[in-house]
C-alpha cells in the first residue's frame, strides 16, 4: 500500500514538472531540406487543369530547403517564422492534355518565401520522449506527435524560359502582351501566399527532434509560370519587345489543329484563344524533413526512469 502511494505521488510530481517544462524549452530553430512541386497552368493531367493535387507530375519535382525559428505558446500552440528557398518547374511536354501539350510551354522558377504560421498540436508538444517505466502496465514508449498548421507569406518569383540554350526572365518580355492596348500592366514577381500543412514530430530528447511535413502554398497570384490569360498579337509583341519575346509568347506545335494562337473572324475582329486560365491562382507543394533544437533557458530537475 505504501509503495502504490508514493508511486502516485513521484508519476504526480513528473506530471507536474513535465506541465511547465515547455516554458523553459520554448525557444527553438530548425532546418529542413526537401523537394517542391508546382500546381499551375503548365503540364499537369489529362482534363482541364485545376491547379489541384490531381495535377501533381512527379517528373516535375524540384528541391528545396527551409530555416525558420519557433515559439512556443502552449503545449498546444506555437508561433513560428520560415524562410524557403527552392525551384518550381512546369512543362507541357508531360502532359497528355492534348491542347497544353499543343501549347507547348515551359518555365523553371527560384521560389524564395517568408511566413508567420500558427501551429497546432492536437496531443500537446512533448517536451521529453516518453520513456517506458518498468512493470507498468499500459504505458508505451511514444514519442511521436502530429501537428497541423497554416499561417500568411510573401513569396519571390521569376518565371524563364529557355531559347535558343539561353534562359530568359519572362516578366519584361509581357508575353500575353502586359502593358499594351487592352491588356492590364505587367505582373508582380512577388505575391501574398498561403501556407498550409500537416506533419509528423519525434522528440530525440529534451533539445533536439526530428519531424516530417507535407504543405500546400496556396498564391495570389497567376503569374508563376508567366501563363494567365489569352494569346496576344504577336507582332506587337515582337515591336515592343523584340524576337525573342514574341518566340516565347507563342510556341505552339501541331498549328494546323487550331487549339492555339489568335483566330481572325470574318467581320475583321480576332478570336484571342485561351492561353492560360485565370479561373484558379498559381501554387506549390512542399515534402520537408526537419532538424529542430531547442534552447534550454535552465535546467530543470524532472525524474528519469
Same mark, same amino acid.
Do not use: C
Given at each position: 500500500?505504501?509503495?502504490?502511494?508514493?508511486?502516485?505521488?513521484?508519476?504526480?510530481?513528473?506530471?507536474?514538472?513535465?506541465?511547465?517544462?515547455?516554458?523553459?524549452?520554448?525557444?527553438?530553430?530548425?532546418?529542413?531540406?526537401?523537394?517542391?512541386?508546382?500546381?499551375?497552368?503548365?503540364?499537369?493531367?489529362?482534363?482541364?487543369?485545376?491547379?489541384?493535387?490531381?495535377?501533381?507530375?512527379?517528373?516535375?519535382?524540384?528541391?528545396?530547403?527551409?530555416?525558420?525559428?519557433?515559439?512556443?505558446?502552449?503545449?498546444?500552440?506555437?508561433?513560428?517564422?520560415?524562410?524557403?528557398?527552392?525551384?518550381?518547374?512546369?512543362?507541357?511536354?508531360?502532359?497528355?492534355?492534348?491542347?497544353?501539350?499543343?501549347?507547348?510551354?515551359?518555365?523553371?522558377?527560384?521560389?524564395?518565401?517568408?511566413?508567420?504560421?500558427?501551429?497546432?498540436?492536437?496531443?500537446?508538444?512533448?517536451?521529453?520522449?516518453?520513456?517506458?517505466?518498468?512493470?507498468?502496465?499500459?504505458?508505451?514508449? =511514444?514519442? %511521436?506527435?502530429?501537428?497541423? +498548421?497554416?499561417?500568411?507569406?510573401?513569396?519571390? #518569383?521569376? $518565371? *524563364?524560359?529557355?531559347?535558343?540554350?539561353?534562359?530568359?526572365?519572362?516578366?519584361?518580355?509581357?508575353?500575353?502582351?502586359?502593358?499594351?492596348?487592352?491588356?492590364?500592366?505587367?505582373?508582380?514577381?512577388?505575391?501574398?501566399?498561403?501556407?498550409?500543412?500537416?506533419?509528423?514530430?519525434?522528440?530525440?530528447?529534451?533539445?533536439?527532434?526530428?519531424?516530417?511535413?507535407?504543405?500546400?502554398?496556396?498564391?495570389?497570384?497567376?503569374?508563376?509560370?508567366?501563363?494567365?490569360?489569352?494569346?496576344?498579337?504577336?507582332?506587337?509583341?515582337?515591336?515592343?519587345?523584340?524576337?525573342?519575346?514574341?518566340?516565347?509568347?507563342?510556341?505552339?506545335?501541331?498549328?494546323?489543329?487550331?487549339?492555339?494562337?489568335?483566330?481572325?473572324?470574318?467581320?475583321?475582329?480576332?478570336?484571342?484563344?485561351?492561353?492560360?486560365?485565370?479561373?484558379?491562382?498559381?501554387?506549390?507543394? =512542399?515534402? %520537408?524533413?526537419?532538424?529542430? +533544437?531547442?534552447?534550454?533557458?535552465?535546467?530543470? #530537475?524532472? $525524474? *528519469?526512469?
Amino acid at each position: 500500500m505504501k509503495k502504490s502511494l508514493l508511486f502516485f505521488l513521484i508519476l504526480i510530481s513528473v506530471s507536474s514538472v513535465n506541465a511547465q517544462a515547455w516554458r523553459y524549452v520554448r525557444n527553438e530553430v530548425f532546418f529542413g531540406v526537401g523537394a517542391t512541386n508546382f500546381l499551375g497552368d503548365l503540364g499537369g493531367s489529362q482534363g482541364i487543369g485545376t491547379h489541384g493535387i490531381k495535377d501533381l507530375k512527379f517528373s516535375m519535382t524540384r528541391p528545396t530547403m527551409m530555416l525558420g525559428y519557433k515559439y512556443a505558446l502552449s503545449p498546444y500552440f506555437s508561433a513560428k517564422v520560415t524562410g524557403i528557398y527552392g525551384l518550381i518547374h512546369g512543362d507541357d511536354a508531360v502532359t497528355k492534355n492534348i491542347v497544353r501539350n499543343t501549347r507547348n510551354l515551359s518555365f523553371r522558377s527560384v521560389i524564395g518565401e517568408f511566413s508567420a504560421i500558427l501551429e497546432y498540436y492536437p496531443m500537446q508538444e512533448r517536451i521529453k520522449p516518453r520513456y517506458k517505466i518498468k512493470g507498468v502496465k499500459g504505458n508505451k514508449a =511514444f514519442s %511521436l506527435m502530429p501537428f497541423f +498548421y497554416a499561417g500568411v507569406g510573401v513569396t519571390f #518569383f521569376n $518565371p *524563364k524560359a529557355e531559347y535558343d540554350g539561353t534562359w530568359y526572365a519572362l516578366q519584361p518580355l509581357a508575353t500575353e502582351g502586359q502593358g499594351m492596348a487592352g491588356r492590364e500592366d505587367k505582373y508582380k514577381r512577388y505575391t501574398l501566399a498561403i501556407p498550409m500543412g500537416v506533419g509528423l514530430k519525434y522528440v530525440i530528447d529534451k533539445q533536439w527532434s526530428v519531424s516530417f511535413e507535407l504543405s500546400l502554398r496556396y498564391t495570389m497570384s497567376d503569374y508563376l509560370d508567366d501563363v494567365s490569360t489569352s494569346y496576344y498579337l504577336n507582332d506587337e509583341i515582337v515591336a515592343a519587345n523584340g524576337d525573342v519575346a514574341g518566340a516565347l509568347a507563342d510556341r505552339a506545335v501541331n498549328t494546323d489543329l487550331g487549339l492555339t494562337g489568335i483566330h481572325p473572324l470574318p467581320d475583321g475582329r480576332n478570336n484571342y484563344l485561351q492561353r492560360g486560365d485565370p479561373t484558379y491562382n498559381d501554387a506549390y507543394m =512542399f515534402g %520537408l524533413f526537419s532538424v529542430h +533544437y531547442r534552447f534550454k533557458q535552465k535546467e530543470l #530537475f524532472i $525524474p *528519469k526512469f
